[in-house]
């Protein structure tokens, strides 16, 4: 498989998902849609909603308990973990790193489905991550340990992490956390950018102005049901 999102145009479709918790509660229930290569699609609604268990079941981490997620005609459930890894990159929510690394280790773990077995990363990683930290900021915190840092340095690692995968598609879940609204809009402007170069691109979002400004469409959940999935319509007269 090719390292570039924007050569090929890729769908995914999220065929009558149901994911269900502790005793049978209903987390999410019969959520259906489909989304093409260059869309960016916003995912709101109060908490508790299904928002993370939507993204985390786009991610291949949760298995649905009804439907299926299929992605170029694959059933993701059936993607060997090297590829969905290659084609699916996902940021959850309060990231944190459990081991005292460098700036530069963090975002190379974004490339390790490109490796074979442990070794070092190749020239065109590590053009692909210097670029990226020059991107968010960070090349000059690039030999530090990544975990004295502010959390909102953090939050640009890990969000480098995400990009340098160059997955056909990016699961963000409150991707601007912790970031000032300088970052903010830096990183909704990166997210935008990664579906213009073919990425499908799903981010859980509270903020309805930057929704508004960079999503094609919105996608609200209510108690685990897609209630609606019209921009305009839910600007206009929105439920949550």
């Not at 694959?74 to 699916?88: G, K, T």
């Not at 990544?146 to 640009?156: I, L």
């Not at 469409?217 to 049901?225: A, D, H, V």
């Amino acid at each position: 498989m090719s390292d570039q999102a924007s050569e090929e145009t890729h769908q995914i479709h999220c065929e009558e998902v149901s994911f269900f918790g502790t005793g049978r509660s209903i987390i999410l229930n019969k959520v259906s849609f489909q989304a093409e290569s260059g869309e960016v699609l916003g995912i709101i609604g109060p908490n508790g909603s299904g928002k993370s268990s939507l993204l985390r079941c786009l991610a291949g981490l949760k298995m649905p308990d009804l439907g299926r997620i299929v992605l170029d005609g694959i059933d993701i459930s059936s993607m060997a973990l090297q590829e969905r890894a290659r084609r699916i990159s996902y940021l959850p929510a309060n990231p944190s790193m459990a081991w005292p690394i460098s700036v530069m280790e963090a975002v190379s773990l974004g490339r390790y489905p490109y490796s074979r077995g442990v070794k070092p990363i190749n020239d065109q990683s590590r053009e692909i991550i210097l670029s990226q930290l020059s991107a968010l900021g960070l090349d000059h915190l690039r030999e530090r340990s990544v975990n004295p840092h502010s959390s909102g340095e953090q939050m640009r690692v890990h969000l480098s992490r995400l990009f340098v995968t160059n997955a056909n598609i990016i699961l963000a879940d409150e991707p601007n956390s912790n970031l000032d609204p300088k970052y903010q809009l830096q990183t909704m402007s990166a997210l935008r950018a990664s579906a213009s170069r073919g990425a499908i691109v799903f981010i859980v979002l509270h903020d309805l102005a930057l929704a508004a400004n960079f999503c094609d469409e919105l996608y609200l959940l209510n108690k685990g049901e897609l209630v609606q999935a019209k921009k305009k319509e839910l600007l206009e007269d929105p439920k949550s």
